[in-house]
């Protein structure tokens, strides 16, 4: 089955090499895994979907928790959440084929980005089954596609829940601490792997 | 760890990033570290001489990881190794990965080459960060002077704390030959962050003393995590308060003693059979730090069957991985058997632990009884020997194989971190190394290697670092001319098929006197007591060669995949190994 994880991590080089890892060592595929920055300056979110045995879910949350970088993991499978997921699509179509290719965003409220004579590229936002839909309809209809791109899914569950693990450890929230941008003499000084922010690793 | 030397004080004072090192480590209460100086390391083995550092010089990193690992064993505090880059840290991997599998809070420092060059395949430059990122708990590379003191500090934290374990620094040379202010007590970690899954909630708490007041016949599962939280004497009262008997895994040897009449033993693949027997008949497992490894359960599916299990562990990841808890506390150990205690009022009843010295009898003795008197030495002779002279009292470093297994069966430890011994990682090649750091950590205590004759050659190099230390450890060769566990799985599992297990060794004692070691060979019964006298008497190190049974093997055993208590047992007189089960009369 699929599972799905937020993790929040220390936003510094090589964590996303860690968690990589850990699923690599456990055998277990990454379905989708996307990262950035999270509400805290120094804390990144990753959302990860993974294909494992319905059980596996305690065993990959505890591990993560093992990673010394890793500040708080949910499981939220078992939640009510929004899942999104971004996808940019590029159709072959010239100015005689485009019209079906408009009515078809329109249905799947995707909005056409970019416009050229011998391509569009169309942006579309929601969950996976509706992005596929499109994908699915688009072929249907004899449209060439000419690639795709997607972010993978991105989770966040409903009301009011926020990490308690973060609440617990007071860091310094956007409003105390504006986000500072990493630089060669930021104020990220514990780094792993590749230290260096400046160097090509 | 906790003490911090006079000579830090809080007022900033300028070093170098190689003298920050150093002072770090003195800071930490580091006197011994184990290593050999390389190109990228240099910087930091010139400061050396400032400070109040023993250094132990290797013959091969494999060999400081190994000694770390032993030193931190013996005494419970955290081991560092030093190597230089390249292959000084490559040669490092088995004695970490060693270290990760059993939990061992070790520091290993690497020398880098200068990071403007790195990723540019510059000379003895390797991605060590990367090689040991699956085997180590957490490791860094360190580029600027001014983080070393702090990454260095949050390294010893991460090492002891929690579930232990090995972290590696990768110290770049510019970093090492860089200034910074250094303050020791401003370099001070923070606060671990707090783990949601460590908990031993109330209600499980209460439901857990209710199982175990009502169970009928418990056992205790004693693992490595009883002596890794110190809670040998919380582990002794709750099982004497309710007579509930221990058995042990091979790291947990020494949790309990061995003497003590609630003392079952080792248990798994190749425990006594009482031992396995009890746990399949037991209504309720109180495991306490350990992780139902595979040489310990046999087969998942017939483990236990009638068992509840109360899993107490301080990784979260451990709970469920293997075998199902039906009560898991998670945290500390010895705090929480500090919670359980006062709730649990000491219980009489007696027929559970008659009816476990009843499957208890005489086996081991009975073993060592039966052999067959061909006149040849037995390895059993020579570890019930060795521990009867040694009163069981010797710290005992075994490599990997029958001798192990063998000494975890003959040689009885009443004390704990007194067996030191490679269990997840099965290193061969542990046993000489190892000692050398537990020698380090205990001077004054009697060290013993007892290592097979293939797993010596794999490290025995050291025997010169011994000598140059001037270490009083002595050593017992069981030399059997066989890789002799693998020749024992051939004589089960591939007909007898002794492929590239026979070995050629050299004369052990000219090895060990070309050292400038004494040394003796034994091949008789008679003679075991008396070169273990002379050894211990010597006031130095010595070795002795025990010519042991060729085509002997360890009883009983657990075939893989069969369940506990199918066991292959020692054939009585010219008769082929018989299964018994406790089914059986």
Known sequence: MLHTFVALVEDKPGVLTRVASLFRRLNINIISLTVGHSERSDVSRMTIVAEAAAGAGHRIKASLFKLENVIDVDDVGQFSCVTRELALIKVAATPHTRAPIFQLAEIF????????????????????????????????????????????????????????????????????????????????????????????? | ??????????????????????ATLEGEGVREVFGYPGGAILPIYDALRKYPIRHILVRHEQGAAHMADGYARASGKVGVAVATSGPGATNLVTGIATAMMDSVPLVCITGQI????????????????GITLPITKHNYVITRTQDIARVLREAFLIAS???????????????????????????????????????????????????????????????HGVLDSNAMNQLRTLAERLQIPVASTLLGIGAFPASHELSLGMMGMHGEAWVNQAIQQSDLLIACGMRFDDRVTGVLTSY??????????????EINKNVKADIALIGDLREILETLLPQIAPRKDSTWIRAVNTLK???????????????????????????????????????????????????????????????GLGTMGFALPAAIGAKIACPNKEVWVIAGDGGFQMTAAELSTLVQEHLDINIAVINNGFLGMVRQWQEFMYERNYACSPILSPDFVKLAGAHGIPGATVRSRADVLPAVETARKSGGPFLINFMVEKEDAVYPMIAPGSALDEMIRRPSNGHDPLIETSEEP
């Open chain 2, 361 to 423: 009898g005489d086996a081991a003795v009975r073993d060592i009884k039966n052999l067959p008197d061909l006149g040849h030495l037995y390895a059993a002779h020579v570890i019930h020997d060795l521990w009867r002279a040694t009163d069981g009292k010797a710290i005992v470093v075994t490599d990997v194989g029958q001798h192990q297994m063998w000494e975890a069966q003959y040689y009885k430890h009443d004390a704990p971190r007194t067996l030191i011994t490679s269990g």
């Open chain 1, 109 to 201: 409220r995707a909005r056409v980005v970019d416009l050229a004579p011998e391509s569009l590229m169309l942006e579309i936002t929601g969950v996976s089954s509706k992005i596929e839909g499109l994908i699915q309809v688009l072929m249907e209809g004899d449209n060439e596609i000419l690639e795709i791109s997607r972010t993978g899914r991105m989770v966040m569950r409903r009301g009011q829940h926020t990490s308690r693990v973060l609440d617990a450890m007071r860091v310094p929230s956007p409003e105390e601490e504006p986000i500072i941008p990493v630089t060669a003499t930021g104020n990220s000084s514990l780094e792993l792997l590749s230290g260096d922010p400046n160097h090509p690793l």
């Open chain 2, 304 to 317: 236990a069957p009638n068992a509840k299990k109360i899993h107490i562990e301080i990784d979260p990841a």
């Open chain 2, 161 to 223: 704390s929690g579930r232990p374990g090995p972290v590696l620094v990768d110290i770049t040379k510019d970093a090492q030959q860089g200034l910074a202010d250094f303050d020791f007590a401003a370099a001070a970690p923070t606060p671990h962050r707090p783990h949601p899954m460590l908990s031993a909630e109330h209600d499980a708490i209460s439901e857990a003393i209710k199982l175990i007041l009502s169970a009928k016949r418990p056992i205790i599962l004693a693992g």
């Open chain 2, 114 to 129: 200068s990071s403007k060059l790195l990723g540019t395949d510059a000379f003895q430059e390797v991605d060590i960060t």
């Open chain 2, 1 to 22: 760890m906790s003490e911090q030397p006079a000579s830090t004080t809080s007022q900033p004072t300028r070093l170098t990033g190689a003298e920050i090192v150093w």
